[in-house]
């Protein structure tokens, strides 16, 4: 009797041991489905496409609605071209400007100081050649001097060499209101060019913000550093 009470209750643990066993096993595997459950559910395109619309959303915060138009070199140079000194108006840098007047107006003053000087000269020498067979009418003509706001006497070899240096004088400054305007030129290209040049020594890092999507924690908002390289 005592025997089979033994046998019973040995055959009662057993038995509640494999029911005990086969519990832990059930409840095991019901984790693991649920754990792949919710990472195939993260995976899902449309969790990706949050995650990408957070992380969009946080640039436009960031940045600028309306990004800065580019400054054109090129364009600072057709201007100049153009209209001297409007390059250096496209640049915003509108003191520059007088100076450039300035420049025209000198050299455009000295072309007409020369030329009017010149002509003083020039038709007193051709007023003593004959237009015909080129022979010499007279050996001194009169010629007024502008500077001295007289009329003197001057001989063909006097008046030759001072129409010929007026004429070179004149000459060289169209020469100089060329150089004048590719100078203007040259110089809004340059500054338009340094407008747009970072020339700093700045080589720090900026911290801003990112959003990410991760696997096992889906949508994620953090930040980043960002080193520029130039």
Known sequence: MIRSGL??????????????????????????FARLATLADTLRPDSLK????????LAKIVAPTKPAAKHSPRKAAIYSLVVPSLG????????KMPFVYAGFGTVIYFIRYFNIRYHDYL????????????AALRTEAP??????????????????KGKDF????????FVMLTAVWALNIIEANVAAHLKTFDMSEDISFRVQPDAGYNSFT?????AKIVIPIK
Do not use: F, H
Not at 8 to 16: F, N, P, R
Not at 166 to 173: A, K, T, V
Not at 218 to 222: A, D, L, N, Q, S
């Open 50 to 57: 949050n995650a990408q619309g957070l992380k969009d959303t």
């Open 143 to 160: 010629v007024y001097i502008r500077g001295q706001k007289i009329t003197r006497t001057l001989t063909i070899e006097q008046i030759t």
């Open 123 to 134: 038709t007193p020498y051709i007023d003593s050649y004959n237009p015909v067979t080129g």
């Open 88 to 95: 250096q108006a496209y640049n915003k840098q509108y003191w």
């Open 166 to 173: 007026y004429r070179r004088y004149r000459d060289l400054n």
């Open 7 to 32: 046998l019973l209750i040995c055959w009662c643990v057993v038995g509640l041991s494999g029911v005990m066993s086969q519990q832990v096993k059930t409840d095991s595997l019901q984790k693991r």
């Open 218 to 222: 889906g949508g994620i908002i953090g």
